[in-house]
């Protein structure tokens, strides 16, 4: 099974409008942490927000905030306000345990944001 | 500037040839990771390190050596056993083995 699974190949959004991209992941180990990344055409991965699995409150950095539900195992990841230069691959990410090689990724979202 | 830095951007190998990737971080982390990256996928582990003189395979170790000889070096081969090794190489550090990781700005390798 896919520890983490994005299901939106593609995503476009208007200008300063908020959108949200779906990620949604797979494990039985209590202690875990859940990431996002940007990747812009240039190639370098930029990391956005993180979640622990013991975090109460959902996580917010400026326009990014995660949409934690740990019931459903979903990890969503919203952006507000949307912006010309958030056009980009967007990349969910599970740190499962507290072992180095137990770190997955998804197979990314394109997002357009459209003038 | 504190950050990772990977050389060269591009580099272009012939077949059979070993070819090494540079990655330098001056963030005074411990762990290091490297990672390829193939058009629409992931990234996948290729191998990573926790501390000094101290490295593990990851998923696709096959056909890449690593060495950790400096806190701030990690530098990666792609050796002539790798059979498919036109990529993108992403080079990443963290605090320690838990934390979030921050990427370079990648390599990506032509085989020709």
């Known amino acids: 099974a896919q520890k983490i699974t994005q299901t939106q190949p593609g995503m476009f959004v208007q200008e300063k409008e908020a959108v949200t991209l779906d990620c949604t992941y797979d494990t039985s180990d209590p202690s875990y942490g859940l990431f996002w990344y940007k990747q812009p055409s240039s190639g370098e991965m930029i990391f956005l927000i993180y979640q622990g699995s013991y975090d109460q409150q959902n996580a917010t950095e400026g326009r990014y905030s995660l949409n934690f539900q740990k019931a459903r195992k979903s990890a969503n990841l919203v952006i507000s306000a949307s912006q010309l230069g958030d056009s980009a691959m967007y990349f969910c990410a599970m740190r499962e345990g507290l072992s180095g090689n137990q770190f997955y990724f998804g197979t990314g979202t394109s997002l357009t944001v459209i003038p | ?112």
């Open chain 2, 1 to 112: 500037d504190g950050g990772i830095t990977q050389s060269p951007k591009y580099l272009f190998r012939k077949e059979g040839q070993n070819v090494t990737l540079s990655c330098e971080q001056n963030l005074n982390h411990d762990a290091m990771y490297w990672y390829r990256q193939d058009p629409g996928q992931g990234l996948r582990l290729i191998y990573y390190s926790q501390i000094v003189n101290d490295f593990q395979k990851g998923d696709i170790a096959e056909g890449y050596s690593v060495s950790r000889e400096k806190k701030e070096s990690f530098p990666l081969t792609v050796t002539s056993a790798q059979k498919n090794p036109t990529a993108f190489y992403l080079c990443a550090s963290s605090w320690t083995i838990t934390d979030t990781q921050y990427f370079g700005p990648g390599t990506r390798l032509t085989v020709l």
